[in-house]
């Protein structure tokens, strides 16, 4: 599928965006090179081919960096209280932070 002049406009009309002849001549170019791009990809034989649940996964042993979601336990009131000393303000265990929104 190649993009025509008349795709650009009517892509630049709905993104209204002001294309001159040049510059539809060039997006034009490089929308079909994209394209081409897209459909070297789709072309590559991948049978036999496990998905990665990862980039990373090919290279390292991702499961090693990620942890399991597990819910973590309660923190009793003086834990709290230890973690809410650091705050300039706070109210009933919650951050008090300065009004933004008026």
């Known amino acids: 599928m190649a993009i025509t002049q008349d795709d650009v406009s009517r892509?630049?009309?709905l993104a209204r965006i002001a294309l001159s002849d040049t510059e539809q001549a060039r997006m034009e170019s490089e929308l079909n090179?994209?394209?081409?791009?897209?459909e070297?990809?789709?072309a590559v034989d991948t049978t036999g081919?496990?998905?990665?649940?990862?980039?990373?996964?090919?290279?390292?042993?991702?499961?090693?960096?990620?942890?399991e979601d597990?819910?973590?336990p309660t923190?009793?009131?003086?834990?709290?209280?230890?973690?809410?000393?650091?705050?300039?303000?706070?109210?009933?265990?919650?951050?008090l932070v300065p009004k933004v929104i008026e």
């Open 11 to 13: 892509v630049a009309r």
């Open 33 to 38: 090179g994209i394209l081409g791009l897209i």
């Open 40 to 42: 070297q990809l789709q």
């Open 49 to 67: 081919i496990e998905p990665m649940a990862h980039p990373l996964s090919a290279h390292q042993d991702i499961h090693a960096r990620l942890r």
């Open 70 to 72: 597990v819910a973590a």
């Open 75 to 95: 923190q009793t009131t003086g834990q709290r209280d230890h973690l809410m000393a650091n705050a300039p303000a706070n109210e009933e265990g919650l951050f």
